[in-house]
């Protein structure tokens, strides 16, 4: 499985982007019986990953981050085998390179623990918020 996340970008504080996260594997493969996670990693030395919302195949539920709840939305279109990750409100403090992983459940572990679990990852799409 392969994963490519889009659509970053620089955006004042404030403002708005939506990521994509495509994801490709074998014959017959369909997103919608995977859990997709979405986290970021800041710039700077040692700075840890944070997962910030998961999103749960078949319908299951959405996990936020405190971070980000009430302003970072996760949208699914499993004809597309895309998820999206709509990003309002935006802070300076947002301002990382973000990632998708692709998993079989979401859960609040997986959320704290940055997706480590997850199968597949993605490369990142940097997002930059001036102030």
């Known amino acids: 499985v392969q994963l490519q996340a889009s659509g970053g970008g620089l955006v004042q504080a404030g403002g708005s982007l939506r990521l994509s996260c495509v994801a490709s594997?074998?014959?017959?493969?369909?997103?919608?019986?995977?859990?997709i996670g979405w986290l970021r990693q800041a710039p700077g030395y040692g700075v840890e990953r944070e997962g910030i919302l998961c999103t749960s195949g078949s319908g299951g539920p959405t996990y936020y981050a405190e971070s980000v709840k009430g302003r970072f939305t996760i949208t699914r279109d499993n004809g597309e085998n895309t998820v999206f990750l709509q990003m309002d409100s935006l802070k300076p403090e947002d301002t990382a390179d973000y990632y998708c992983s692709l998993g079989r459940t979401c859960s609040d572990y997986h959320l704290a623990n940055s997706f480590r679990e997850f199968d597949y990852w993605g490369r990142g799409t940097q997002v930059t918020v001036s102030s």
């Open positions: 594997g074998f014959s017959g493969f369909t997103l919608e019986n995977y859990a």
